[in-house]
């Protein structure tokens, strides 16, 4: 039988992370405020006028905005579509603040909060002065709305809220709706009708405010910038390059899209059902002493998250932990030692495991809430953290095996020393340049099911682009009894120190910039 842990243990509460707030804008006098959050590549708006607002997309936890919001009266919450790589903290909102939620055409029976449709060509009056138009969007989802913002006595458009339809550089793929309902084909049959028919058809100066960022998984592509204008996406957007060619689009909006992320199904759920209040999310979690920690986890079979710095990690971890480092500001900026955190654990893992979670002393709250914004729960974490675990005299695993080169006889020193290196990368990211000697591109997501392609009688390297992937890579390979280790930098340190042993033999400057902020 298994032990029954009391609810006095589970004395966890959510805490407030960095807003991600990256820019006050003004259009006329309408202030946008935009709010990135570089780990999920996700973008939630603000518009105030007055004393009017309305937020767009918000995420999970949401503090950071009733707080920004505090002496305006929120009037509506809008979401472009029910996202599928996030959990939306639209729901909460409304209950701690009466705002209605508008979502554009979808069947209300799957609908598990209350709100109101918004329908193509109808208006959301802001304030005397402004105005958003709903325009339906399908082509990414069947519900997608663009919130398009008016000036209502000038009869100008001012700027459009794109959600997932189109971003800066890309477009919204196309294969995230049930193939039972409409096949991606069928949906991107539909983005063309909402891209060319419809948002194409706005003035040029018409800025474009989408949903995420670069490394999104919800598009490809996607470029730097965060916003732009339609007149700008018109000249510079591969997908909007098509006009009049309707089967090249559907070709190019369907091919090389990437795997669709385990945790996708999950955030869509919860998004569709309002989710659970995040402050209940954290108070379900079961904050133990590493003993107790040691007996959950076996009586339970929970998968260990190890979510320090790497180098700590390295030093001396429990086995068969899966290592995933959190990362700094809450998420909201990425440096270069950091990783796409809760996004990557969703691409690994799935959501029907139960997660138990060591972190860094003081990072126990933040690990836990930062892994709800996908919908992924955790059931357990360690008190006392790591130190508390070596401090009980649990069983540790030291596997310091990280590989550096400084030069391109490095290389061939580790090739010599029979070392079988393993692209980690998504596969477009190695079709485009790799270590020649790396035939095996085995991505980290795909290693807890393939890695019958290794054999345990060899000596493997991994490498990502700089180093956060193949350290989860090799933790996951460790725990399955492999002789493997990381390459520290990654293929920016290949690129940088054995460019010649590169598919492409040339520099690549952005690889260069990043090797010399991992050695400083």
């Known amino acids: 039988s298994k032990k029954t842990y009391s609810v006095s243990y589970r004395i966890m509460q959510s805490v407030t992370l960095p807003s991600g707030l990256i820019s006050k804008q003004m259009i006329g006098d309408v202030e946008i405020r935009i709010y990135f959050l570089s780990c999920l590549a996700q973008t939630s708006y603000i518009i105030l006028h007055e004393k009017s607002a309305v937020l767009i997309d918000p995420r999970r936890d949401i503090d950071s905005y009733l707080t920004d919001l505090e002496g305006y009266e929120l009037r509506a919450i809008f979401l472009t579509h029910i996202h599928a790589d996030f959990v939306a903290g639209h729901r909460e909102i409304n209950i701690r603040t009466g705002a209605p939620i508008f979502l554009g055409p979808i069947d209300k029976s799957k609908v598990g909060f209350p709100f109101i449709e918004a329908k193509d060509c109808e208006h959301f009056v802001l304030s005397e002065k402004y105005q958003f138009r709903f325009i339906h969007s399908p082509g990414h989802t069947m519900e997608s709305c663009v919130y398009l913002l008016e000036d209502k006595p000038a009869g100008k458009a001012l700027a459009a809220f794109t959600g997932d339809t189109l971003f800066v550089g890309s477009v919204g793929r196309p294969d995230l709706v049930n193939e039972k309902e409409k096949t991606a084909q069928q949906m991107a049959l539909l983005m063309y009708t909402t891209l060319y028919d419809k948002i194409l058809t706005l003035p040029a100066d018409v800025i474009v405010y989408p949903a995420h960022g670069p490394g999104s998984p919800c598009g490809k592509a996607i470029q730097g910038d965060l916003w732009s204008t339609i007149g700008k996406q018109k000249v510079a957007n591969p997908a909007l390059q098509f006009s009049g060619k309707i089967d090249d689009f559907v070709d190019f909006l369907c091919s090389e899209i990437g ?52 180098t700590e990690y390295q030093k001396e971890h429990v086995p068969k932990s899966i290592h995933l480092y959190l990362g700094g500001e809450g998420g909201a900026k990425i440096s270069v030692t950091d990783g796409n955190f809760a996004m990557l654990l969703g691409y690994v893992l799935r959501v029907e495991e139960p997660l138990a979670v060591i972190a860094e002393e003081g990072k126990e709250a933040e690990s836990v809430q930062r892994i709800a914004r996908i919908g992924y ?7 006392g953290g790591f130190k508390a675990w070596k401090a009980a005299s649990l069983p540790t695993v030291v596997s310091e095996k990280r590989k550096r080169i400084k030069s391109e006889e490095d290389l061939k020193q580790l090739l010599a020393e029979g070392y079988v ?7 477009p990211e190695y079709k485009s340049n790799h270590l020649v000697q790396a035939k095996l591109n085995l991505p980290f997501h795909h290693i807890r099911d393939a890695a019958s392609k290794l054999s345990k009688d060899g000596k493997y390297i991994c490498y990502c682009k700089s180093g956060y992937r193949s350290s989860t890579s090799v933790s996951l390979l460790e725990g399955m009894g492999f002789d493997v280790c990381d390459l520290f930098g990654g293929f920016a340190a290949i690129s940088t120190y054995a460019v010649k042993q590169t598919t492409k033999g040339e520099y690549v400057p952005m690889l260069t910039d990043i090797m010399k902020k991992l050695e400083s």
């Open 421 to 427: 290196f393993v692209d980690v990368r998504f596969p």
């Open 377 to 383: 729960t955790v059931s357990t974490c360690l008190k």
């Open 259 to 310: 795997d669709v992320p385990a945790y996708f199904s999950q955030a869509v759920s919860s998004n569709l059902s309002g989710g659970e209040v995040l402050s209940e999310v954290m108070s379900k979690v079961s904050l133990l002493g590493p003993v107790e920690f040691s007996e959950k986890v076996k009586a339970y079979n929970e998968i260990i998250i190890d979510t320090r710095f790497s």
